[in-house]
């Protein structure tokens, strides 16, 4: 089950479900929560038999942001919590192979949304609801909220949703692209897992590359990307599971791949 005490690590076949487990506190962020969660999503990085992950909360809250009744206690400041502590996990979430998939109960507020945001898929539970509250303790979006929001929302639209802190209800998340679905609540987490064993059929080797190509498109040009798409094709096509594939689908079966 789990080695932590603010997270819950469970594994359903080739699903890892990493859940956030501060209920009293909303899973507000503490420093052993930004630590253990860390330590959670590196596990399931390394684990080979897990092909997709779900990030979700217990309680009613998928995320309510940073713990501000704790605070950062007398040693750090703001930005060195930032950069050493939150910013590996966000970064822990782009650059490992396996899919994400935010499944958001209740609220994702405050690093709670950067962190909903920077997975690769977001489902939502059909009352959840994304904020961005800085504005009403006068602090900036942070945890890279601002290239988030603005990247998948557009400028004026990311700024008004900012400034005005407006909650942003599920069916609006899908309507605006922040989400890919809205399902009912007591449904969420497992429909959750059904859509990450969906994915773990797919070719591990294909969509580990496809995440990259596309953070990378995030924020480089044409050319760069054509060039990541066609030197990573020739590593691809000599896999074996590209071989695998080609042989199913000529074959008319479904495809068994082992990524490699």
Known sequence: M???KTVIYEQDDAVAI????????????NEELRRELLGALRRATAEVSVRAIILTGQGRAFCAGADLKEG???????????????????????NMPQPVIAAVNGSAAGI?????LACDLLVMADNAFLLSPF?????????????????QLGYRRAFQLSIESERITADRCVELGLANKSVPAEELVDQAVAWGKLLSERAPLSIATTKQAMRHAASADWASTFDFEASHQDR?????????????????????????
């Open 18 to 29: 990493i859940s956030i487990a501060r209920p009293d506190a909303m899973n507000s962020f």
């Open 236 to 260: 691809l096509i000599a896999s074996e599971d590209s071989a695998e594939g080609i042989a199913a689908f000529l074959g008319k079966r479904k495809a068994a791949f082992k990524g490699k």
């Open 72 to 94: 950062l206690g007398k040693t750090k400041t703001i930005e060195e919590v930032l950069q050493t502590e939150y910013r590996p996990i966000l970064e822990c979430i782009a």
């Open 112 to 116: 709670g949304l950067s962190i909903a």
């Open 135 to 151: 504005t009403t303790i006068s602090l900036v979006p942070d945890g890279g909220l601002n290239w988030l929001l603005v990247h």
């Open 2 to 4: 789990s080695d932590y």
